[in-house]
């Protein structure tokens, strides 16, 4: 497992959000998420492209990469996607 991230309601936060618990882990290349919000019994792949650097911003917002190869004028060229989640 390369990255690891967990979020939801804290009992420290003096205003309740009464957010669910959501689990992201990048193992590999690929981003699995899990909620327990009684619907998602296992964990769901949520990336297309292979995934990469898995950054902690806060409590509630990460970044992700996504990188693949494109042709341009008949060379490889790597292009890369930052997602916000």
Not at 22 to 42: F, K, R, S
Request: aromatic share 12%; glycine share 4%; hydrophobic share 40%.
């Amino acid at each position: 497992m390369l990255g690891f991230h967990v979020r939801g309601s804290s009992s420290k936060e003096k205003i309740n959000l009464n957010e669910i618990l959501i689990c992201y882990m990048l193992h590999g290349t690929n981003l699995w998420m899990w909620a327990d919000n009684g619907q998602c019994l296992e964990p769901k792949k949520i990336n297309d492209a292979p995934a990469s650097n898995l950054y902690y911003l806060s409590d509630r917002e990460f970044f992700y990469m996504e990188t693949t190869v494109s042709e341009v004028q008949a060379k490889s060229v790597l292009c890369s996607k930052i997602y916000m989640i």
